[in-house]
């Protein structure tokens, strides 16, 4: 191998490796979103299945799935305000 064969060599696995490390990273941040969404989900469904009187517009929120639909939209909402906090 040449010098330029051992530089091209030497550029592509550095390259590679930040690209690696990169894709840990962004895997990283996706795993912990989605921890923080489920722990969300989790303290908002107590609440939302609890509750009694709650409305959804003029729609009663009575049963299971309207319940866990709502702890989800609770879920999300907290994962868009920790965005604009963070």
């Given at each position: 191998?040449?010098?330029?064969?051992?530089?091209?060599?030497?550029?592509?696995?550095?390259?590679?490796?930040?690209?690696?490390?990169?894709?840990?990273t962004?895997?990283?941040?996706?795993?912990?979103?989605?921890?923080?969404?489920?722990r969300?989900?989790?303290?908002?469904?107590?609440?939302?299945?609890?509750?009694?009187?709650?409305?959804?517009?003029?729609?009663?929120?009575t049963?299971?799935?309207?319940?866990?639909?709502?702890?989800?939209?609770?879920?999300?909402?907290?994962?868009?305000?920790?965005?604009?906090v963070?």
């Open positions: 191998m040449n010098d330029d064969e051992k530089r091209g060599y030497a550029r592509g696995y550095a390259a590679g490796t930040r690209k690696r490390a990169a894709d840990r962004r895997e990283h941040l996706r795993r912990e979103r989605q921890a923080f969404w489920d969300a989900f989790l303290a908002s469904l107590g609440v939302c299945v609890g509750v009694d009187g709650w409305k959804c517009g003029d729609k009663p929120i049963t299971l799935p309207d319940r866990v639909a709502l702890a989800s939209d609770v879920a999300d909402e907290a994962v868009k305000i920790r965005r604009r963070s």
